[in-house]
């Protein structure tokens, strides 16, 4: 069960469907967001299939198309 702090995503890509994702910091699953653009999923809260809330980065890096996307960090010191 997934805590209620809501992580920061850092990093997200576009999947080989145009999708936009990014990796849930409380389950580590790879979810597909809501959106078009990377500018209109930045600064944006999701909440992920497992109940935990993440908020994308107002600076998220976008990486390479199908790129692997790195592991979340826990709760920021």
């Given at each position: 069960m997934p805590d209620d702090y809501?992580?920061?995503v850092d990093h997200i890509v576009r999947d080989s469907d145009?999708?936009?994702c990014c990796r849930c910091p409380h389950c580590q699953d790879v979810?597909?967001?809501e959106g078009e653009e990377f500018a209109e999923v930045r600064g944006e809260q999701y909440k992920?299939?497992?109940g935990g809330w993440l908020e994308?980065?107002?600076t998220a890096?976008?990486?390479r198309?199908?790129?692997e996307?790195?592991?979340n960090k826990g709760i920021p010191g």
């Open positions: 809501i992580y920061t145009m999708s936009i979810i597909g967001i992920c299939r497992c994308v980065s107002s890096v976008a990486i198309r199908d790129g996307l790195p592991a």
